[in-house]
C-alpha cells in the first residue's frame, strides 16, 4: 500500500524553493537608496523592534558585532537610523529607525506589498486566501521553532498544535 503523506523532506524541499523565489520577488527595489539586503534585514529588525542595542540586533541577525559595525554607520551616515544613548546603561547605544528612514522603508516596502495584494486578490478565492494564511501560520511556528533543539521540537510539531 503506497505511501499518500507527505515526507518531511518534501515538505522542507518545497517551502525552502517556494518562499525563496517569493521572497526575491517581493525584496524592495532599494538599490537606489544604496540598500543591500543585508541592510534591509538590519532595517526590518530595529523596525520591527523599536529600537536594539548592537548587541541585541547582532544576536537577532545571527552574526559577530563587529560584521554589522560598519553596515550600522552607513545607514547612520544615510539617515537611515539614529544612535541614542541606552538610559539605563550609558556605555550601551540604542538604534532606532529615523522619521526618514521609516518613510523611504514604506516607500520602498509598498509597492511590493500592493503588488502581492492585487496578485491574491487576482488569483486566488476567499477559501484558498484562508488556506494561505493558515499556511503561514504553520511557517510562523517553524520560524519560531528554528533554534529550538529538534528533540523538543519534533514532538510539538507532530502533534498537530
Known amino acids: ?49 523599536g529600537a536594539l542595542t548592537p548587541t541585541e540586533l547582532a544576536s537577532r541577525e545571527g ?3 563587529q560584521t554589522l559595525t560598519r553596515l550600522l554607520s552607513e545607514l547612520e551616515r544615510g539617515g537611515w537610523l539614529r544612535r541614542t544613548r ?3 546603561d550609558g556605555r550601551r ?9 521609516r518613510e523611504r522603508l514604506f516607500a ?4 511590493k506589498h500592493d503588488r502581492l495584494a492585487r496578485l491574491i ?3 486566488l478565492n476567499v477559501a484558498e486566501r484562508s488556506q494561505l494564511l493558515s499556511a503561514c501560520a504553520l511557517l510562523e511556528r517553524l520560524d519560531s521553532n528554528w533554534g ?3 528533540r523538543d521540537a519534533e514532538p510539538a510539531m507532530s502533534s498537530g498544535t
Open 148 to 150: 529550538a533543539d529538534l
Open 1 to 49: 500500500m503506497p505511501n499518500d503523506e507527505p515526507s518531511s523532506a518534501l515538505c522542507a524541499k518545497t517551502v525552502r524553493r517556494t518562499v525563496s523565489q517569493l521572497a526575491r520577488k517581493l525584496r524592495p527595489a532599494l538599490s537606489s537608496d544604496g540598500i543591500s539586503v543585508a541592510k534591509l534585514s538590519v532595517i526590518g529588525w530595529i523596525y520591527r523592534a
Open 121 to 123: 486578490e487576482t488569483h
Open 63 to 65: 552574526v559577530k558585532l
Open 93 to 101: 547605544s540604542q538604534l532606532s529607525l529615523t522619521t526618514r528612514g
Open 108 to 111: 520602498a516596502v509598498r509597492d
Open 86 to 88: 541606552d538610559q539605563s
